[in-house]
């Protein structure tokens, strides 16, 4: 059973990211209103290109570190310094040396030359959104996500300052975006002093033992989160540009301003069970020390919490979706009704997913992750190049769905091969 203390201490703590996240996406739409009205349905869709490169490489800097530094720490805190100073150093490596391909690699596509250079100054968010990720690693084990969701928030004020003055300057959506790289390094200025408050001073002395334990033993976490991320985030750029059916009345970049607009909604529904489980990973790892049934019964009640939190959310989603759209985009977005209805209806697939591979990880069977995930990504990558030129932001919408679906069947079967194997062992 979860004991009293813990069920407060996890509630507390999903309270406390869902109110910093509720803060930050709060700034996030009313950046959304202010640019679609400030920019257009042209100049969101090309913000919209700006986030979304950076986006899709977030997982990749991380590369499933911070589920083993958090597993592992949970069990031993005296490690706590030498994780943070290499760890960080880890970040920065991988941080810039994706910016420097990445910014290479963008002269393959037809882009403009304005958003090629808006992307390559939206990169630099790879820095900063890594940095930070890594501070959370002792929040996450200590959980004190108060201490995260306050550098968050006071990160994303700065970023809604900025916002409205770009805006009021009519300086060019790439300055917009760059205000989000200076929240960035706020955050992380903060974070730094929090963590310093738990105790953590990063440890910079190279450690080539750590640096290979991290390696190998987040490489089928970070193969997962690389999949999972570009199945996520693939569409919008294939809808920028791949050919696309005339009978929309759109081109490319409005295209992806149509479908952005109810996924960044979509994202914001999705932050329930992300959070959920930041509070319920360290519980789940101490309780798996302690037997069998202690994580079965934990683990169930996780469950049935997430599933009929999805299904009301979901439900809430696909009611309000009209709403929702004019409120943010008004009457030029009219068509992405149609993509937040269908996103919605999916949404309980997406909070189930994220409990059972976490508790793969938990059991240590993180190896077959990266083949679930894998799978998924190709049939969402092949379904994309078939049937967005017919359909545009609609296939990408129902894909984006039964790729999830996917992914939920073949987690099922591997958790309760996972189960098996570790309990078989015991």
């Keep these: ?22 803060i930050s996406m709060s700034i996030t739409m009313i950046a959304v209103v202010i640019i679609t009205r400030a920019y257009g349905r042209e100049g969101y869709g090309e913000f919209s290109l700006m986030q979304s490169w950076p986006a899709l490489f977030f997982v990749i800097v991380d590369f499933g570190i911070n589920a083993i530094a958090t597993r592992e720490l949970s069990k031993d805190w005296s490690m706590a310094n030498k994780y ?5 150093i880890i970040r920065l490596i991988f941080s810039l040396l994706i910016i420097f391909l990445l910014s290479l690699s963008l002269n393959l596509f037809s882009y403009s030359q304005g958003l090629i250079s808006g992307i390559r100054l939206g990169l630099l968010l790879l820095i900063t959104q890594s940095l930070f990720s890594t501070t959370n690693i002792f929040f996450q084990v200590k959980l004190k996500y108060d201490y995260s969701t306050l550098a968050y928030t006071i990160g994303y004020i700065g970023i809604f300052a900025l916002v409205i003055i770009f805006s009021l300057l009519n300086l060019n959506v790439m300055w917009v975006n760059f205000s989000y790289v200076i929240g960035g390094v706020i955050t992380f200025i903060l974070s730094i002093f929090f963590v310093k408050k738990l105790g953590v001073t990063p440890d910079f002395t190279f450690d080539r033992d750590l640096w290979g334990f991290l ?3 987040s490489l089928p976490i970070g193969i ?10 693939e569409d919008a750029l294939m809808l920028s540009f791949l050919k696309l059916p005339e009978s929309y009345g759109l081109n490319n970049t409005e295209s992806v301003a149509v479908y952005a607009l109810p996924y960044k909604v979509f994202e914001v529904l999705l932050v329930v069970p992300t959070f959920f489980m930041n509070s319920v990973y360290p519980v789940l790892v101490n309780h798996m020390q302690d037997g069998e049934e202690k994580l ?15 299904l009301f959310v979901g439900l809430l989603g696909y009611i309000f979706s009209p709403l929702a759209v004019r409120l943010l985009g008004g009457a030029e977005f009219n068509q992405s009704v149609g993509v937040l209805k ?7 697939l997406f909070y189930l997913t994220s409990p059972i591979s976490w508790l793969i990880v938990t059991l240590g069977y993180q190896k077959y ?35 999830e679906l996917i992914v939920l069947i073949l987690l099922v079967i591997f958790a309760q091969k996972s189960w098996k194997l570790k309990y078989a062992k015991s």
């Design 1 to 22: 059973m979860i004991s009293s203390g813990t069920t407060k201490k996890i509630a507390s703590n999903t309270i406390y990211q869902i109110v910093g996240k509720f």
């Design 84 to 88: 943070f100073g290499n760890i960080l």
């Design 215 to 217: 390696f190998k033993s």
């Design 224 to 233: 997962m989160f690389v999949f999972s991320q570009m199945s996520f985030k």
């Design 296 to 310: 079965k019964k934990t683990f169930t009640k996780v469950i049935y919490f997430l599933i009929l939190s999805g």
């Design 342 to 348: 269908i996103l919605a209806v999916g949404l309980f």
């Design 369 to 403: 992750l990266p083949w679930i995930y894998f799978i998924s990504f190709s049939f969402n990558m092949i379904s994309n190049f078939i049937f967005i030129p017919k359909y545009s932001f609609y296939s990408a919408s129902w894909i984006t769905v039964i790729s």
